[in-house]
């Protein structure tokens, strides 16, 4: 199979189970900016030394292609039938909810806003958390007028939740202190 189709040298792209929209369509976005938070968490894995932090985001990459896979797929019209795509796993909310809880448990109580940046796997963290609220806005904003993946929004808030808590813990396990945030001084 070639990699290249030309199809969309015109400036549209063909979803899942039939259609075409432009690439700039808000589904297109929602499942870009999803592609790319998995793209973000793929070079977290090769910065973050924790293994326990790696395993896990290793299973949300598997999510975040089902929450992907369906947003690419449009809603069933009249003679064309949505494909099936991997069902999201709802109960990872949770999951990650306990992932947090367990992580925060070890951590110091977070008292102030906190820069990022660090140890390299936690500077990376956090530029994951900021790719995942991106692509939580391109969902929110495709959900205004399409149906999405249920729990997806949930999903990809959560996540965000999880990828600073791990920043947090990644630092920590290198003995590095959050660097607290200060009111700039006035000359």
Request: proline share 5%.
């Amino acid at each position: 199979m070639k990699i290249y189709t030309r199809s969309g040298d015109d400036g549209d792209t063909a979803l899942f189970g039939g259609g075409r929209v432009a690439k700039d369509d808000v589904r297109v976005a929602a499942y870009g900016s999803v592609d790319e938070l998995n793209s973000a968490i793929g070079w977290v894995l090769t910065q973050v030394s924790d293994s326990d932090i790696r395993i896990r985001l290793e299973r949300v990459q598997h999510d975040l292609f089902a929450i992907g896979s369906d947003l690419a797929t449009p809603p069933a019209t009249a003679g064309r039938k949505k494909p099936d795509t991997p069902r999201l796993p709802l109960d990872r909310i949770g999951e990650m909810e306990a992932w947090i809880d367990e992580a925060d448990l070890e951590l110091p109580t977070l008292r102030a806003f906190i820069l990022p940046g660090g140890a390299p796997g936690a500077s990376a963290l956090h530029v994951a958390r900021t790719a995942c609220r991106r692509a939580e806005r391109a969902v929110v904003t495709l959900a205004r007028d399409q149906s999405v993946t249920e729990g997806a929004i949930a999903y990809l808030n959560r996540l965000s939740d999880l990828l600073f808590t791990f920043a947090r813990l990644e630092n920590h396990r290198a003995g590095l202190a959050d660097v607290e945030w200060r009111k700039p001084e006035s000359k």
